[in-house]
């Protein structure tokens, strides 16, 4: 459904609240169907906050943005797919290993998308975040 929302009905980006409504859907969806992704959206956002100058913003699309020095650097959407921003050289080092996609909307770009499917997938997320977060 994400996918296909971003792909194919992205003009509902320009409708005032409609992705932030949106993502607070994919929230209650993950809290009812996917508790270990709640779980890990939850332990990446307590883990993140305690990175030296981070702080929690909401995201302009919905879901939990992080920032440094008022730059967002990552955000994750309500069904636990964590954007990072990085180089686009280190970018593409983590897409070409499998340990990322492309981000799901800009594609080959400096910015990569991550799934937190359980707690698990918060520490290599966390290191990725703490990467960005000093190039912000």
């Known amino acids: 459904m994400f996918r296909f929302v971003v792909r194919h009905l992205r003009w509902?980006?320009?409708v005032p609240?409609?992705?932030q409504f949106f993502d607070a859907l994919l929230l209650a969806?993950?809290?009812l169907f996917h508790r270990k992704r709640l779980h890990a959206i939850e332990s990446l956002e307590a883990g993140a906050l305690?990175?030296?100058?981070?702080g929690r913003t909401t995201h302009r699309f919905g879901g939990i943005g992080f920032e440094r020095d008022g730059r967002e650097f990552a955000h994750v959407h309500?069904?636990?797919?964590l954007?990072?921003?990085?180089t686009r050289e280190r970018a593409s080092e983590l897409?070409?290993?499998?340990?990322?996609?492309?981000?799901?909307?800009f594609g080959p770009s400096a910015w990569i998308?991550?799934?937190l499917r359980t707690p698990d997938d918060c520490g290599p997320a966390l290191l990725l975040m703490q990467e960005a977060a000093s190039a912000a």
């Open 50 to 54: 305690q990175l030296p100058g981070v």
């Open 113 to 115: 998308s991550l799934w």
């Open 95 to 105: 897409v070409a290993a499998a340990q990322a996609e492309p981000h799901h909307v």
């Open 17 to 19: 609240f409609a992705p």
């Open 29 to 31: 969806w993950t809290a």
């Open 12 to 14: 509902l980006a320009r």
């Open 78 to 81: 309500g069904n636990g797919l």
């Open 83 to 86: 954007d990072i921003l990085l």
